[in-house]
């Protein structure tokens, strides 16, 4: 399987956060967002980031934004094409998880393409699930996992 490990993205590696996302998501307009967008993933108050790296080599990336009603949001996640299937995102997630937690998250979320079928698993074995379709496109799922109950 090979080592795997996580790293939190401070603000001198945001060009290889913004460069590792364009190259899993090209079709997004990722390329259009610049360093200064990224900036928010380093900043205690508004999100925090992580770089994957399988057997030292960089692997993959994740992207958390904090949300209303001190929710997390998991904007990106996502693995380069031969670090795939190697637990690469198993680590990631079990990263953000670990991470809302000792934060205190109230609820952590994403959106799911409908034929992310790996990826809507991987949501599954760390307790998101689907709560539907997302209200800005009906091609992505909305996946929730509810972490504290308010009392």
């Not at 993959?60 to 693995?79: H, K």
Request: net charge positive.
């Amino acid at each position: 399987m090979g080592r795997i490990r996580t790293e939190p993205v401070s603000t001198q590696q945001l060009s290889l956060l913004r460069d590792i996302n364009q190259k899993i998501f090209p079709i997004l307009s990722v390329t259009e967002m610049s360093d200064n967008f990224y900036r928010l993933f380093t900043d205690d108050d508004t999100g925090f980031a992580f770089l994957a790296y399988h057997n030292d080599m960089l692997a993959g990336a994740v992207c958390c934004e904090t949300a209303d009603n001190n929710g997390l949001y998991i904007r990106f996640i996502g693995t380069l094409n031969r670090h795939r299937r190697k637990g690469v995102g198993k680590a990631m997630l079990a990263r953000v998880v670990k991470e809302a937690l000792a934060r205190d998250i109230h609820n952590v979320f994403t959106f799911v393409r409908v034929d992310n079928k790996a990826g809507i698993h991987l949501n599954r074995k760390f307790g998101l699930l689907p709560k539907g379709p997302s209200h800005h496109n009906p091609t992505l799922i909305t996946m929730e996992k509810i972490l504290h109950q308010d009392m």
